[in-house]
């Protein structure tokens, strides 16, 4: 059985940086790209980006390039994602998202999402 | 970035109805068109990728079409479990999108 697992809730200051993980089991971790998407309250889903196992390969929509940094963890079969500077607008649930290789893409399996609240 | 753009942003059907969801793309983006169900406090749940390929597990009342830059999601006899929010996501470019969401009330 496929599961991600995600690290808990947080809560930030302004400016701070936040780091959170998805521990992944029950598939090989490299066969899929791992995606990371927000969701702010009531507000819709926005992809954030994507990390490759495999290679440690990121693409980063420009909305986070510069504050956002996806990294794997192949002896752990983890995938981490930390937000830097953080602002009030970040609060949001964070998820993680797998999306196999070689296929039309597609987020097939999901974590349970994290809240991060940003806030002085 | 692609824009995705939903219609309508929520609905009211009954359970029995049929419901149809309609997502638009900026450019063509061929089929590269997933739909997700969304519950709240949950995580989404992939229903339909490639504009009209059903995911395993989900049933046979949930179907998918278009191609291009409009798509549709159909519902057949709305279910009670069926009360959700929609979101369609293109996977076209490398940059992927997201549809704003519809919500399907009772």
């Known amino acids: 059985e496929v599961q991600l697992v995600q690290s808990g809730a947080e809560v930030k200051k302004p400016g701070a940086t936040v780091k959170m993980s998805c521990k992944v089991s029950?598939?090989?971790?490299?066969?899929?790209?791992l995606q990371w998407v927000q969701q702010a309250p009531g507000k819709g889903l926005e992809w954030m980006g994507l990390?490759?196992?495999?290679?440690?390969?990121?693409v980063y929509a420009e909305k986070f390039q510069g504050r956002v940094s996806m990294t794997a963890d192949k002896s752990t079969d983890t995938a981490y994602m930390e937000l830097s500077s953080l602002r009030s607008e970040d609060t949001a649930v964070y998820f993680c998202?797998?999306?196999?290789?070689?296929?039309?893409?597609?987020?097939?399996?999901w974590g349970q999402g994290a809240l991060v609240t940003v806030s002085s | 970035d692609i824009q995705m753009t939903q219609s309508p942003s929520s609905l009211s059907a009954s359970v029995g109805d049929r419901v149809t969801i309609t997502c638009r793309s900026s450019?063509?983006?061929?089929?590269?068109l997933n739909w997700y169900q969304q519950k709240p406090g949950k995580a989404p749940k992939l229903l339909i990728y490639?504009?009209?390929s059903l995911q395993s597990g989900v049933p046979s009342r949930f179907s998918g079409s278009g191609s291009g830059k409009e798509f549709t999601l159909t519902i057949s006899n709305l279910q009670p479990e069926d009360f959700a929010t929609y979101h369609c996501?293109?996977?076209?470019?490398?940059?992927?999108?997201f549809g704003g969401g519809t919500k399907v009330e009772i």
């Open positions: 998202a797998t999306d196999l290789k070689g296929v039309t893409p597609r987020f097939d399996y």
């Open positions: 029950g598939y090989t971790f490299t066969d899929y790209y």
């Open positions: 990390v490759d196992p495999e290679n440690g390969e990121t």
């Open positions: 450019q063509s983006i061929s089929n590269y």
């Open positions: 490639g504009a009209s």
């Open positions: 996501q293109q996977t076209y470019s490398t940059v992927l999108t």
